[in-house]
């Protein structure tokens, strides 16, 4: 629920839209080759190559992918935890064990999702990450991030705080994405860095 009035929401609204439509004329090659750079950078951070437990999300279209850092993760020994959305927006957690182990969920009439196909493991797994990555379309210079609307990762942040978790919060992005200032609300918490084709910017 919005902490600030629903002035923030037409703003929030056409900065994702705009952002969105950006994705949407990039090429299947440009967003492969940036994955395969998202990929090499995310796995050179340190709390990245120090994790056991990874909680992460499959790359839908033209996101900024995610499956090469997923494989490479899986094959450097890491647990990887992916999402599986309930009706009620918040997320359960099950195990990634390669791209065979994804089922393609329909979620009502909204877009369709890739999703772990085994085990459910509750929706507190994500408090035992070491490191979280977060999906969004925009970062802004003091970590805040503009996620896709719904909700989810506002229950999961929520989440961490209430087990007093304190896993690396990472968010991935095309270098475009990452802004001067996004809308904030009250309860937004900043993430730790955000990783980019290009590099690696840190927050705190």
């Known amino acids: ?33 940036a994955a ?5 950078r995310a796995l050179g951070l340190p709390e990245v190559a120090g994790a056991r437990t990874v909680a992460a999300y499959v790359s839908m279209g033209a ?19 992916l999402p599986a959305l309930l009706p009620d927006n918040d997320l359960d957690w099950g195990e990634y064990a390669g791209e065979g182990s994804l089922a393609r ?21 994500v408090t035992r990450a070491d490191v979280v990555l977060l999906p969004g ?10 996620g896709r609307g719904g909700g989810s990762y506002d229950r999961v942040l929520a989440r961490l705080e209430a087990a007093g978790a304190r896993p690396a919060l990472l968010v991935l992005l095309y270098d475009r ?26 927050f705190r």
């Open 63 to 81: 996101e900024p992918g995610t499956l090469a850092l997923l494989d490479a993760l899986r094959a450097r020994g890491v647990r990887v935890l």
């Open 105 to 125: 969920v329909r979620h009502g009439g909204r877009m369709e999702l890739s999703e772990p196909a085994g085990e459910r493991l509750g929706p507190d797994a």
């Open 1 to 33: 629920m919005s902490q600030t009035g629903p002035a923030d929401e037409p703003d929030k609204r056409t900065l994702r839209r705009d952002f969105l439509t950006a994705r949407s004329r990039l090429t299947p090659d440009d967003v492969r080759e």
């Open 36 to 40: 395969e750079e998202l990929a090499v």
């Open 137 to 146: 379309v925009a970062v802004d210079g003091r970590g805040l991030r503009l």
């Open 177 to 202: 994405e990452v802004v001067a200032r996004v809308p904030a609300e009250a309860h937004d918490r900043p993430v730790d860095a955000v990783v980019t084709p290009s590099g690696v910017r840190r």
